[in-house]
T-cell receptor, first 114, second 116 residues
Framework: NAGVTQTPKFRILKIGQSMTLQCTQD?????MYWYRQDPGMGLKLIYY???????DKGEVPNGYNVSRSTTEDFPLRLELAAPSQTSVYFC?????????????FGNGTRLTVT | AQKITQTQPGMFVQEKEAVTLDCTYD???????LFWYKQPSSGEMIFLIY??????QNATEGRYSLNFQKARKSANLVISASQLGDSAMYFC?????????????FGKGTKLSVIP
């Protein structure tokens, strides 16, 4: 079982460049999430989606965009990379939205903006 | 107020001993879930254990147990018989209803080091 797959694993961007972080899941989960983890910190929610065609902002959405055209894929777009976006990005999914449903995480993308 | 508080930035434990990682939470939602995740140095997030707010008994998963004290709003993780492979960051998280959806909020984590 692949679960949640993120690509790339590592990326270095220059200030002002753009890129898309890819996320796909094969568990047929409706709910998908993007988090960022800064050094020594927990994870903070950037965007989430409750199904194809529906997305919403999380705690730290500025500087990012998402789309959800299929159940499987939930890409995260950085339009104008800034040093403050240097972080580790995690994509996650869950089968239901509720208090008892754990999130299943991908292995993360380590992004450095210089 | 912070939703999840982990007051121990780092902990050391001797191999084969038990260790407790502290977590307190804050929510006004009567229905919520508490989770612990492990993040080894390789970086992935591994789900360990879950406790529901209405569960009467403490959750257990192998060597992991969750000491749930609802009145004190604490959800401490207990690892019995520590192993070297338990060295990692541990995150407490809560899923409750806020602003129209159930979101998972994380604490800042505790770095556990197991000493041979």
């Amino acid at each position: 079982n692949a679960g949640v797959t993120q690509t790339p694993k590592f990326r270095i961007l220059k200030i002002g460049q753009s890129m898309t972080l890819q996320c796909t899941q094969d568990m047929n989960h409706n709910y998908m999430y993007w988090y960022r983890q800064d050094p020594g910190m927990g994870l903070k929610l950037i965007y989430y989606s409750v199904g194809a065609g529906i997305t919403d902002k999380g705690e730290v959405p500025n500087g990012y965009n998402v789309s959800r055209s299929t159940t499987e894929d939930f890409p995260l777009r950085l339009e104008l990379a800034a040093p403050s976006q240097t972080s580790v990005y995690f994509c996650a999914s869950s089968i239901i939205e509720g208090p008892n449903s754990p999130l299943h995480f991908g292995n993360g993308t380590r992004l450095t903006v210089t | 107020a912070q939703k999840i508080t982990q007051t121990q930035p780092g902990m050391f434990v001797q191999e084969k001993e038990a260790v407790t990682l502290d977590c307190t939470y804050d929510t006004s939602d009567p229905s919520y879930g508490l989770f612990w995740y492990k993040q080894p140095s390789s970086g992935e997030m591994i789900f360990l254990i879950y406790q529901g707010s209405y569960d009467q008994q403490n959750a257990t998963e192998g060597r992991y147990s969750l000491n749930f004290q609802k009145a004190r709003k604490s959800a401490n993780l207990v690892i019995s018989a520590s192993q070297l492979g338990d060295s990692a960051m541990y995150f407490c998280a809560m899923r409750d209803y806020e602003a129209g959806s159930y979101q998972l909020t994380f604490g800042k984590g505790t770095k556990l080091s197991v000493i041979p």
